[in-house]
């Protein structure tokens, strides 16, 4: 009992080729969409590599450059195939190659299941990933006269600037790191000798914060030193002050911005390995139906195409049968070598 | 007389409208292309009109735009006409429209040319115009309780950081204006008060400006209040401190951003204009070349195309003066006595058939009565 039979007569073979041909290029598309993406999360995830401690993980975005260039080859054959299937001659020619090219198609949709769930899964790395980079780059925001740190204050000002941030949980991540160069730092005043031989470590800490955690829509001028200090400045209070610096925390912004680029790329993956099955789908039935032609040299007679030859259960028992077989060889094989290497 | 007069066969006929109907498509995208372009320049302009003074420079995007959707028109029709021309019988149907049609082509197309002149010429009224409305604007800043100027603030603010700019012509533009709101100053400080008395108008100056005219890429924290007071700050000299704010004028920025923008823009639509005059050239020799196809059984005889009947001066003093009769044996209306031009000449049978037009109205002479022209010396009677 062949699995999802339909009958077929000309018309609707021809149907049916040209249906699957359309799909297999818009697979294709597909594909190009997938490699390109594959790029352009790259491409950002290098932008920001310096808030990441240059240690990002580049595992998905190459994974769907490969997918997105193995889905654009799979499915031009498909097409060529599809095209060239309602000529007996040239489709004589695929005939052969077709049961490995389902295999392969079967393969690809495992690995583009893969892909998919990488997407989504690997969030967690970029999370981690962020909170470490995030607080090193607090870290070394004034080392700007250290080689391979030079650039460190400018990404971190950029970063806070155009992702609305500040700090790295929230902006008094930058009270409790030296942010301001001891090149700038007058160390005959008394209230910077004081400062510093307040903290065991010797560090200068303030409860200020750098510009570019000022937000441009407050209605006052930016309030960026003193800011715990509410008799410092006139009519201020830190509690209701919410509008002068920024109040989310870069690892937040960073990692929402990134999560939604992810969730999204997977749900794409997710459409294409079901519009991968469709194709495969059409292309077994079309070809059964040609294989099952009554009269070969008429070509408007009918035939029948189906899924699987017999039902589910039986294929996979035989296909379980198969593994079994396989493996007794392999058995077989070893003991025979075993026994004649005991009795040599 | 005839302007650019040339020769063609029936192949070429065939040819040119060919050729043609391909032209005009492509024209067609790339006036599409042009309606994008203005609209993409409107929306830049927009985006910043707090900043600028008068809305002057918004007529070079909206001739764009409207040039833009003249010219699918245009070329839409010219690709049907040259489908049409070919076949003997539906071209005679557009032989009304034609006329309009190129007198509306040739405005729209000059049109063009003015907008391509305009995106370049226009950068002294795009700088005069920011200059006023970055003053304003700067002037305006601390006036973030008063309606109308609440988002001047901040819309300066994420201007100075995009484009990398700070004040008008410089930094110091900010010493000159009170950039604090009163609501801000605790005026039962002596420091305030002093500031305040010492002014003529009784406003707050500091040498400060507002944290977006900082660098980033600056090595050292921002400096951005006491910038004239070198020892305010440890180790600082306000003439050698180059980076630490932003030492470009927004004015300058800006005018730089806009003229590039629109001199890519002028390029493209001058590749555009010379695209649609060759479509409108190409159209007028098909015209003239298949009107004399019309009305003869042997469509495939070679025929005459030209742009212009008559020389270009004639051809203006005929739409000034449309009753004027410049050669005699054409003149199908008995034109009254005191009109007629002294310089008639003798009937020149022997002159060329060079005109379709005339050729068919000679052929039908003889339906019409004679004109008859008033003796005067030799001139003969028709």
Same mark, same amino acid.
């Given at each position: 009992?062949?699995?999802?039979?339909?009958?077929?007569?000309?018309?609707?073979?021809?149907?049916?080729?040209? @249906?699957?041909?359309?799909?297999?290029?818009?697979?294709?598309?597909?594909?190009?969409?997938?490699?390109?993406?594959?790029?352009?999360?790259?491409?950002?995830?290098?932008?920001?590599?310096?808030?990441?401690?240059? *240690?990002?993980?580049?595992?998905?975005?190459?994974?769907?450059?490969?997918?997105?260039?193995?889905?654009?080859?799979?499915?031009?054959?498909?097409?060529?195939?599809?095209?060239?299937?309602?000529?007996?001659?040239?489709?004589?020619?695929?005939?052969?190659?077709?049961?490995?090219?389902?295999?392969?198609?079967?393969?690809?949709?495992?690995?583009?299941?893969?892909?998919?769930?990488?997407?989504?899964?690997?969030?967690?790395?970029?999370?981690?990933?962020?909170?470490? @980079?995030?607080?090193?780059?607090?870290?070394?925001?004034?080392?700007?006269?250290?080689?391979?740190?030079?650039?460190?204050?400018?990404?971190?000002?950029?970063?806070?600037? =155009?992702?609305?941030?500040?700090? *790295? *949980?929230?902006?008094?991540?930058?009270?409790?790191?030296?942010?301001?160069?001891?090149?700038?730092?007058?160390?005959?005043? #008394?209230?910077?000798? #004081?400062?510093?031989?307040?903290?065991? =470590?010797?560090?200068?800490?303030?409860?200020?914060?750098?510009?570019?955690?000022?937000?441009?829509?407050?209605?006052?001028?930016?309030?960026?030193?003193?800011?715990?200090?509410?008799?410092?400045?006139?009519?201020?209070?830190?509690?209701?002050?919410?509008?002068?610096?920024?109040?989310?925390?870069?690892?937040?912004?960073?990692?929402?911005?990134?999560?939604?680029?992810?969730?999204?790329?997977?749900?794409?993956?997710?459409? $294409?390995?079901?519009?991968?099955?469709?194709?495969?789908?059409?292309?077994?039935?079309?070809?059964? !139906?040609?294989?099952?032609?009554?009269?070969?040299?008429?070509? =408007?007679?009918?035939?029948?195409?189906?899924?699987?030859?017999? @039902?589910?259960?039986?294929?996979? $028992?035989?296909?379980?049968?198969?593994?079994?077989?396989?493996?007794?060889? %392999?058995?077989?094989?070893?003991?025979?070598?075993?026994?004649?290497?005991?009795?040599? | 007389?005839?302007?650019?007069?040339?020769?063609?066969?029936?192949?070429?006929?065939?040819?040119?409208?060919?050729?043609?109907?391909?032209?005009?498509?492509?024209?067609?995208?790339?006036?599409?292309?042009?309606?994008?372009?203005?609209?993409?320049?409107?929306?830049?302009?927009?985006?910043?009109?707090?900043?600028?003074?008068?809305?002057?420079?918004?007529?070079?995007?909206?001739?764009?735009?409207?040039?833009?959707?003249?010219?699918?028109?245009?070329?839409?029709?010219?690709?049907?006409?040259?489908?049409?021309?070919?076949?003997?019988?539906?071209?005679?149907?557009?032989?009304?429209?034609?006329?309009?049609?190129? !007198?509306?082509?040739?405005?729209?197309?000059?049109?063009?040319?003015?907008?391509?002149?305009?995106?370049?010429?226009?950068?002294?009224?795009?700088?005069?115009?920011?200059?006023?409305?970055?003053?304003?604007?700067?002037?305006?800043?601390?006036?973030?309780?008063?309606?109308?100027?609440?988002?001047?603030?901040?819309?300066?603010?994420?201007?100075?950081?995009?484009?990398?700019?700070?004040?008008?012509?410089?930094?110091?533009?900010?010493?000159?204006?009170?950039?604090?709101?009163?609501?801000?100053?605790?005026?039962?400080?002596?420091?305030?008060?002093?500031?305040?008395?010492?002014?003529?108008?009784?406003?707050?100056?500091?040498?400060?400006?507002?944290?977006?005219?900082?660098?980033?890429?600056?090595?050292?924290?921002?400096?951005?209040?006491?910038?004239?007071? *070198?020892?305010?700050?440890?180790?600082?000299?306000?003439?050698?401190?180059?980076?630490?704010?932003?030492?470009?004028?927004?004015?300058?920025?800006?005018?730089?951003?806009?003229?590039?923008?629109?001199?890519?823009?002028?390029?493209?639509?001058?590749?555009?204009?010379?695209?649609?005059?060759?479509?409108?050239?190409?159209?007028?020799?098909?015209? $003239?070349?298949?009107?004399?196809?019309? @009305?003869?059984?042997?469509?495939?005889? =070679? %025929?005459?195309?030209?742009?212009?009947?008559?020389?270009?001066?004639?051809?203006?003093?005929?739409?000034?003066?449309?009753?004027?009769?410049?050669?005699?044996?054409?003149?199908?209306?008995?034109?009254?006595?005191? $009109?007629?031009?002294?310089?008639?000449?003798?009937?020149?049978?022997?002159?060329?058939?060079?005109?379709?037009?005339?050729?068919?109205?000679?052929? %039908?002479?003889?339906?019409?009565?004679?004109?008859?022209?008033?003796?005067?010396?030799?001139?003969?009677?028709?």
């Amino acid at each position: 009992m062949p699995f999802m039979p339909v009958k077929f007569n000309l018309p609707k073979r021809v149907k049916l080729a040209q @249906g699957l041909w359309m799909l297999y290029w818009f697979s294709v598309i597909v594909g190009i969409l997938i490699f390109s993406l594959g790029i352009f999360f790259k491409i950002e995830l290098r932008k920001r590599s310096e808030m990441m401690d240059n *240690n990002e993980s580049h595992l998905v975005p190459n994974l769907l450059i490969l997918m997105g260039m193995l889905a654009c080859g799979i499915n031009t054959f498909g097409g060529k195939v599809c095209h060239d299937c309602l000529d007996p001659i040239k489709f004589t020619k695929w005939k052969p190659m077709l049961k490995m090219y389902l295999l392969l198609c079967c393969g690809f949709s495992m690995l583009l299941l893969l892909t998919a769930l990488l997407c989504i899964l690997m969030q967690f790395a970029v999370y981690l990933t962020l909170a470490e @980079g995030l607080k090193n780059g607090i870290k070394f925001y004034k080392d700007t006269d250290t080689p391979g740190r030079c650039f460190m204050k400018r990404a971190l000002d950029l970063t806070q600037i =155009e992702f609305r941030c500040c700090g *790295n *949980n929230n902006f008094r991540d930058w009270f409790e790191v030296q942010w301001i160069s001891n090149r700038y730092l007058d160390m005959s005043n #008394d209230e910077v000798k #004081d400062r510093v031989l307040s903290n065991v =470590e010797g560090k200068y800490l303030m409860d200020s914060v750098p510009f570019s955690c000022c937000n441009p829509g407050s209605s006052r001028p930016c309030i960026q030193h003193h800011l715990t200090n509410n008799s410092a400045h006139y009519d201020y209070d830190l509690r209701t002050e919410e509008l002068n610096i920024w109040m989310r925390g870069c690892r937040e912004a960073l990692f929402s911005y990134y999560s939604s680029m992810m969730n999204s790329i997977g749900a794409l993956v997710f459409a $294409t390995i079901i519009l991968e099955l469709a194709d495969m789908a059409g292309l077994k039935y079309l070809s059964t !139906a040609l294989e099952t032609m009554v009269d070969p040299e008429n070509p =408007e007679c009918e035939s029948k195409g189906w899924l699987l030859e017999k @039902g589910i259960k039986e294929t996979f $028992t035989e296909l379980l049968a198969k593994l079994k077989m396989l493996g007794k060889k %392999t058995n077989q094989v070893e003991e025979g070598r075993d026994a004649t290497v005991d009795t040599t | 007389m005839v302007v650019m007069k040339m020769k063609f066969s029936f192949q070429k006929r065939v040819k040119l409208a060919q050729g043609l109907w391909l032209l005009s498509w492509c024209t067609t995208v790339a006036s599409a292309i042009t309606f994008t372009l203005g609209c993409i320049l409107k929306m830049e302009l927009r985006r910043r009109a707090e900043v600028m003074d008068s809305g002057n420079i918004h007529v070079v995007p909206n001739t764009l735009m409207i040039v833009g959707l003249a010219s699918l028109g245009i070329n839409y029709f010219a690709s049907k006409i040259c489908q049409d021309a070919l076949d003997a019988e539906r071209f005679p149907r557009w032989k009304n429209f034609l006329k309009p049609y190129f !007198a509306a082509s040739c405005f729209f197309t000059v049109l063009m040319l003015l907008a391509v002149i305009m995106s370049y010429a226009m950068k002294g009224s795009l700088e005069s115009s920011l200059k006023v409305g970055l003053k304003n604007s700067i002037r305006f800043y601390k006036d973030t309780d008063t309606p109308g100027h609440c988002y001047q603030k901040q819309n300066i603010d994420y201007l100075q950081m995009e484009f990398q700019c700070c004040g008008n012509s410089d930094f110091r533009d900010w010493f000159e204006v009170q950039w604090i709101s009163n609501r801000y100053l605790d005026f039962s400080s002596k420091e305030v008060k002093d500031r305040i008395k010492s002014n003529v108008d009784g406003r707050y100056l500091i040498d400060g400006v507002p944290f977006s005219c900082c660098n980033p890429s600056s090595p050292r924290p921002c400096i951005q209040y006491q910038l004239t007071n *070198n020892s305010a700050h440890y180790n600082y000299d306000h003439q050698t401190e180059e980076l630490n704010l932003y030492l470009r004028g927004c004015r300058e920025t800006l005018v730089s951003y806009y003229t590039s923008l629109m001199s890519t823009i002028g390029t493209g639509v001058l590749s555009v204009f010379l695209l649609q005059g060759s479509v409108l050239v190409s159209l007028r020799f098909l015209q $003239t070349a298949m009107e004399a196809v019309v @009305g003869k059984e042997n469509t495939e005889i =070679e %025929t005459e195309g030209y742009l212009l009947e008559k020389g270009v001066k004639d051809t203006i003093m005929d739409l000034h003066q449309p009753g004027r009769c410049t050669v005699p044996h054409i003149c199908l209306c008995s034109p009254p006595s005191s $009109t007629l031009p002294p310089q008639l000449t003798s009937i020149a049978s022997d002159q060329p058939v060079s005109d379709p037009f005339f050729s068919a109205a000679r052929s %039908t002479s003889s339906s019409i009565p004679t004109v008859t022209y008033p003796r005067t010396g030799s001139h003969p009677v028709l």
